[in-house]
Each structure stands twice: as structure tokens, then as C-alpha cells.
């Protein structure tokens, strides 16, 4: 499956330059991933995060990561002969954390349209991704499901960068492209006798109770500024080193650890 035609509709770069759902203009030029090449982002991972026994690199890309909080966190996915690696890498200052996945341990990969329930309050997303399973779901811990920042939750959601939408030309476009990470990580995944699945994927966001509430709440320290804004409809958290002019033009927000993207 092309998951470029599952994905056009969200997130996307329309011909005006707007990305859903915001209806807002954010240049990719904005996101600081872009500012690095490809070689350039290779070596500061194999410097950073690659050890000795993680085995022989064999690619890398930049993708958009779905939590089991329904949160889309901009991932470094690099992958060697022993792991899968899913970095945390913050491209401002070059912090990052490692979940690593040996993939000997996967035993699911599913490629598929990416959907909520039917019984859920969230619209739809209408677009593909690849969903790796490497431990049985319904036996997480409850305390995991109900934490958004847990590492715990044995699953990955993954699926586009929002810069390989983009209509302007970008340094190493493919490393956005979350198909050529399929087809890596299947061939990968061949070997220890994992077969690709073609199904929906079902979002777990039966967790998402706080999705109903309407609020809006700013949390200040010195640098950086933590914004959170609860949508008319759900919350959503887009995570994403992105920068922004000022606080009238606050299409996006940089601090930390998340991209909140106003709605």
C-alpha cells in the first residue's frame, strides 16, 4: 500500500500552504528538522544514541508518531539490524531519548488506513499508516494507559512528516517518508518471520476522556513558554520543533518537549 494516498488529506500541505486542521499557514521552513540534512542528522545520532551492541545502522527518517494518547509527536525512527529505535531527538539544542525496540521482540505490522471507532466523539483522520506491535495490548498496565508520557504501551503508530507535503523543495524530502520506512523495516521484520498485515488501524483513544473538556490553560517558567489549548471539539497535541514569530502569530508553539498547534 502507498500510504501517500491515504495521507494527502491530514496532515497536508494544500495548494495555499495551509495544514489541516488549523487552517493556518506554517511554512516548512518553520520546522527545524529541515535544517538539518540527512548525513547531517545520521552522524548526530550515531554520535548521540547509537551503542555498540544496538548492531550495524541501516537507515533513518523523520516521521510523525501516534501515541496511545491520540498525541502525533515528531519521531526519529532509526533503524539497525538489531533494533528499532524511536528517538525523541529535539533539533533546537540536540537533547534526545531512546525507546528501543529489539526487533526480534515485534511480532505485529499492520499497514492501513488510520481510524477512530465508531462509537468515538473524534473526527476522523482518513489516512495510512504502519502500526508495530511488540507486546500484548490488553495486558498493559492500567496506570500506562492513562499516562500519556508512558514508554510502556508495547505499540507505534507512525505516518508522514508534515514536510514531505510540502510544496516547496526541502533538503532530503525522502527522510520524511514514512513508505520508504515501511518497506525498510518489513524487509527488516522478514527475517525473525513477520508478515505485513493490511487492516484498519484502530486508534486506542478510549483513554481519551479529557477529550470532551473545553478549557484553556498557560503554564509559564522562564524559557520556554508552555502553552495547552483545548479545541472547541478534542484536544489534540501536535508535537514539533517548530518556530513562530511572535505571540500574535501563534499557529504553533516551541518549548520543551511538545508542539502544541493552536486550533
Excluded at 521552513?29 to 545502522?57: A, H, W
Excluded at 516521521?63 to 502525533?72: K, V
Amino acid at each position: 500500500m502507498n500510504t501517500s494516498e491515504q495521507t494527502v488529506d491530514r496532515p497536508f500541505v494544500t495548494v495555499d500552504g495551509k495544514i489541516w486542521p488549523a487552517n493556518v499557514f506554517v511554512p516548512c521552513k518553520r520546522f527545524y528538522c529541515i535544517k538539518y540534512t540527512k548525513e547531517m542528522l545520521v552522524s548526530k545520532i550515531k554520535q548521540k544514541c547509537l551503542k555498540p551492541d544496538d548492531g550495524n545502522f541501516v537507515d533513518l527518517w523523520v516521521l510523525t508518531r501516534i501515541n496511545h494518547w491520540d498525541h502525533e509527536i515528531e519521531t526519529t525512527v532509526c533503524l539497525t539490524d538489531e533494533y528499532l529505535m524511536l528517538i525523541n531527538f529535539n533539533f533546537i539544542n540536540e537533547d534526545c531519548t531512546v525507546k528501543r525496540v529489539a526487533l526480534q521482540s515485534i511480532k505485529t505490522m499492520r499497514i492501513g488506513n488510520v481510524i477512530q471507532p465508531d462509537w468515538s466523539a473524534l473526527p476522523q483522520r482518513n489516512y495510512g499508516g504502519v502500526q508495530l506491535i511488540w507486546g500484548a495490548l490488553d495486558q498493559t498496565k492500567w496506570i500506562d494507559r492513562w499516562n500519556p508520557t508512558s514508554q510502556d504501551v508495547p505499540m507505534v503508530i507512525l505516518h508522514h512528516h508534515p514536510c514531505f507535503y510540502s510544496i516547496e523543495p526541502i533538503p532530503d524530502k525522502d527522510m520524511y517518508n514514512c513508505d520508504l520506512a515501511i518497506s525498510a523495516i518489513s524487509k527488516a521484520l522478514s527475517t525473525h518471520g513477520v508478515q505485513v498485515m493490511s487492516t484498519m488501524l484502530s486508534l486506542a483513544d478510549s483513554f481519551l476522556l479529557y477529550t470532551h473538556i473545553r478549557s484553556l490553560c498557560v503554564s509559564c517558567s522562564n524559557t520556554p513558554v508552555t502553552y495547552y489549548l483545548f479545541s472547541k471539539d478534542c484536544r489534540k497535541n501536535f508535537n514539533f520543533y517548530v518556530s513562530v514569530d511572535n505571540d500574535d502569530d501563534v499557529h504553533a508553539l516551541l518549548f520543551s518537549h511538545h508542539l502544541v498547534r493552536l486550533f
